[in-house]
């Protein structure tokens, strides 16, 4: 049999990636991160527009060039049609209409969420396939799931946030300690190094599989200002504890939910997803699990828990199989079911 190969490309916030996959197989995958956010403490949406219009023709070719692949090889062009900033999304997904065209191959929209939890469907050494049903909690800076997936294209949300996501509890914190944007890799790196019993923090009371993480963050702030008043290097003398202590407050408040989906729902096949998966915190304690309440975790590889095209690459493979395929009238949408 003829092997597929898709291009896929990601352009839904602030990185411009694209990768080529040979049927289930990551050929490549290039990710350009636009470091121009930084100084504004997140992302500027005009600017990541900007930037992708930049990066994503060299973004393309590197990628292909990395797999080894001609354009004209190409089976299908995979693109992330949401949610997002729009003016992100737009540059993908012209580029990617455009592309489909020239080539006269189809064109496949993408959910970016289904892609973090598809992503597990990467064929890896090492890393095991989750089957149908099974939970997914996606973690990242704009989203927050719980959710039961019962096929690629089945899927349904039994708990999310009320207010702020994960990756922004992370940030935000990370803000009021002084840390630069995104902050969540840096608290990770110095919880790593404190105590996580330090400074104990409340969780807050949230009916169901629902989260809630803005009281969190208020409460941080209050605890960071009240000490800052008596000791103006608190925060330095105390960064390790503090980071770990947050760290922990946030896992806890995951791990409890989860707990509860798996007893509400009875499936034990428990994945990860989306940027906050990258913690080593929760990595780790989603391992303990498996020996400590005999669940089957699935925790995706490093490169695959941020932003990134491979994901949106294995999604478009699993719809090109069911050929679920796209029109040029497609549209973007900032926001969008799973
Ligand atoms: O999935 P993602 O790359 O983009 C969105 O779709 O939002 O997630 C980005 C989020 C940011 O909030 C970032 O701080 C967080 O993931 N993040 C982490 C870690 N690495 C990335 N949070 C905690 N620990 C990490 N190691
Ligand atoms: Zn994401």
Not at 195 to 215: E, L, R
Not at 264 to 283: D, H, K, L, P, Y
Request: hydrophobic share 45%; net charge neutral; aromatic share 8%.
């Amino acid at each position: 049999v003829k092997p597929i190969y898709i291009l896929s490309i990601e352009s839904s916030c602030d990185d411009t990636a694209a990768a080529v996959l040979e049927n289930g197989k990551v050929l490549s995958n290039v990710v350009a991160q636009q470091a121009i956010h930084e100084q504004y403490g997140g992302v500027v949406p005009e600017l990541a527009s900007r930037a992708h219009q930049q990066n994503i023709v060299p973004v393309i070719d590197v990628a292909l060039t990395k797999a080894n692949i001609r354009r004209d090889q190409l089976s299908a062009i995979a693109f992330t049609q949401g949610p997002g900033l729009m003016g992100s999304l737009l540059v993908g997904s012209s580029f990617a209409k455009s592309m489909a065209l020239a080539l006269n191959v189809p064109l496949i929209a993408v959910n970016h969420m289904q892609a973090h939890i598809l992503a597990h469907f990467i064929d890896e050494e090492g890393f095991d396939k989750p089957q149908f049903p099974f939970l997914a909690m996606t973690i990242s800076g704009g989203h927050t799931q719980i959710v039961t997936v019962k096929d690629f294209f089945d899927m349904e949300i039994i708990g999310e946030t009320t207010d702020d996501a994960v990756g922004e509890a992370f940030d935000k914190s990370a803000k009021i300690l002084g840390l630069p944007y995104p902050g969540g890799p840096l608290v990770d790196k110095y919880a790593q190094l404190g105590n996580p019993k330090a400074f104990p923090f409340t969780k807050p009371k949230v009916p169901g599989m629902d989260f809630s993480f803005s009281g969190l963050k208020t409460q941080i702030l209050y605890f960071v200002q009240k000490n800052v008043a008596l000791n103006p290097d608190f925060v330095k003398e105390n960064m390790n504890d503090i980071c770990a202590s947050i760290q922990y407050t946030i896992i806890n408040i995951l791990m409890d939910k989860l707990k509860l989906a798996v007893k509400e729902t009875g499936i034990n096949q428990v994945a990860i997803g989306g940027g906050v998966s990258a913690n080593s915190g929760i990595r780790n304690t989603l391992k303990e699990a498996e020996k400590k309440y005999g669940w089957k975790t699935f925790i995706p590889k490093f490169e695959y828990t941020t932003d990134n095209a491979a994901m949106i690459g294995i999604v478009g493979y699993q719809k090109y199989l069911q050929h679920m395929f796209n029109d040029a009238s497609v549209t973007s949408k900032a926001r969008i079911e799973l």
